[in-house]
């Protein structure tokens, strides 16, 4: 006898080799329990994510490496996933929360078993949409295909409605005799979409309070009823991964009690190190290739944008949104660019502007500063790359051994003006500094910046000439 369409949204259906109609894939009868088929489906996600995890840590192998530094933020990760939980990722935006989370699909699985035209991807063995129960009930074949790993992306969005987030399903068209695949029965939204895959939840917090009430709902119980009347008779099996930023920033809302109790929160934060921040910046490059950045500009830039965050910059009490990791990012893409397109070898100081407006072009609308703030955004960023250059000149400077710093002077007085682009191989030391011969134009000026900001003894008068001061001084006495 057959059941009453309507009824099969409410049931549970598990499929058994003994209750189970033909699988068939690409055409051709499957064994789905057979060891060739197993591993691809009745299990929930956490399953997959935990032995995953287990084998990664077997093989010593970071699941994360794409991911720099955050050592102990990892180990959270791997600890909460181990047991189950979701995870809430908390920082300011631009430190890599998003990058996690896609981390993390690499402890999916590669492909799973799914009936084949399922809107969401059921499993054959335990279907959740009333069209796939019916399939796998009534039918005598049915027909599977593999599904890629699934990461959906769910935006924080205030204007979000129910039925873009979670979907509709019209218990009013199944009594009008509408077939339970027909798109006007049923919708699925984002999260239903997420269904055994990876659900990253950007912005948790901006999303409907009502309607984070109903996602709890959703990954709890076997039946949600929308506002707006809706049956979702359905308990979805995904990962939840989630990120917010603090709350004291504008425009978020937060997330609610029962929705937070359901997630282990992790901070995200800006790079520990130097040398991490500029890791990640050359990293996520988008110019790859072009004029070398030697590593004082690698420093000079990374330090000018993590000076900004810092609260002993003098600055600090006006800039109210602080630069992320982006800020690095752009800032390496944006010198290489002018000196891959002036035809420099490595990066120059010229590559930043005459007044810094490459740097400017990658910082501006990447901080905030309070409105009553008497100096410009521009004189901010100014003042910290000269800040910057300061500081890493004066490591330089330090650097040069006495002996060392008399043959150069020297060598500075006998010639009096000195153009980096053509005094090709003037110092030993400059070579030293260097990891690739390319860079030696950009550490012979380097090196006159410093000893010229440091001594005194040489001035830049032009695009990487320098004039000895002590000689101009005697001729003009
Ligand atoms: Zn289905």
């Excluded at 501006?364 to 250059?389: G, L, T």
Aim: aromatic letters at 8%.
């Amino acid at each position: 006898m057959k059941i009453m369409e309507f009824e099969y949204i409410f049931e549970e259906v598990k499929i058994k080799p003994s209750n189970a109609p033909k699988f068939t894939l690409n055409g051709e009868e499957i064994d789905i329990w057979s060891e060739k088929f197993a591993n691809y489906h009745s299990k929930s996600i956490v399953d997959y994510v935990r032995e995953n995890l287990v084998r990664y840590e077997q093989m010593q192998i970071d699941p994360f490496s794409e991911i720099v530094g955050k050592k102990v933020e990892k180990e959270l990760v791997k600890t909460a996933l181990m047991s189950g939980s979701n995870i809430l990722f908390k920082g300011k935006k631009g430190y890599g929360k998003t990058t996690f989370s896609k981390s993390i699909l690499k402890l999916l699985p590669e492909k799973i078993l799914a009936i084949k035209g399922c809107k969401i991807h059921d499993d054959p063995t335990q279907p959740v949409c009333f069209s796939c129960k019916k399939r796998v009930l009534e039918a005598n074949s049915v027909e599977l295909t593999f599904v890629p790993r699934k990461w959906i992306r769910i935006p924080g969005d205030p204007m979000m409605t129910t039925r873009q987030l979670i979907g509709g399903i019209s218990i009013q068209k199944i009594r009008e005799g509408y077939d339970l695949d027909h798109p006007e029965v049923f919708t699925p939204g984002r999260v239903l979409k997420a269904h055994r895959g990876l659900a990253y939840f950007d912005e948790l917090g901006s999303i409907p309070s009502a309607l984070q009430t109903l996602l709890h709902e959703l990954f709890e119980e076997k039946q949600i009823t929308t506002p707006e009347g809706d049956i979702i008779p359905m308990r979805i099996d995904a990962l939840i991964i989630a990120s917010t930023n603090p709350a004291n920033y504008k425009g978020v809302s937060d997330i609610k009690e029962p929705l937070l109790d359901r997630m282990e929160q992790i901070d995200i934060g800006p790079p520990e190190t130097i040398e991490e921040e500029i890791e990640i910046g050359l990293k996520n490059m988008s110019l790859k290739k072009g004029a070398r950045i030697p590593e004082w500009h690698l420093k000079i830039l990374a330090s000018a944008v993590r000076c900004m965050r810092s609260k002993n910059c003098r600055y600090a009490n006006r800039i109210e949104v602080e630069p992320s990791c982006r800020a690095t990012i752009k800032l390496f893409d944006h010198v290489r660019a002018s000196a891959t397109r002036k035809g420099h070898e490595a990066v120059m100081l010229s590559d930043y502007g005459e007044r810094f407006e490459i740097v400017k072009l990658a910082l501006r609308s990447r901080f905030e500063i309070d409105y009553d703030a008497e100096i410009s955004k521009d004189e901010i960023v100014e003042a910290v790359v000269n800040d910057a250059i300061d500081s890493v000149c004066s490591s330089i400077y330090a650097s040069i051994p006495r002996n060392v710093f008399n043959d150069i002077m020297e060598a500075i007085a006998e010639m009096r003006v000195v153009n980096v682009y053509k005094a090709n191989g003037f110092s030993q030391f400059a070579h030293s500094m260097c990891k690739d011969s390319n860079e030696i134009k950009s550490a012979l000026e380097i090196l006159l910046e410093s000893i010229a900001r440091c001594s005194g003894l040489v001035e830049r008068i032009g695009d990487g000439i320098y004039a000895y001061k002590a000689y101009d001084r005697q001729t003009r006495v």
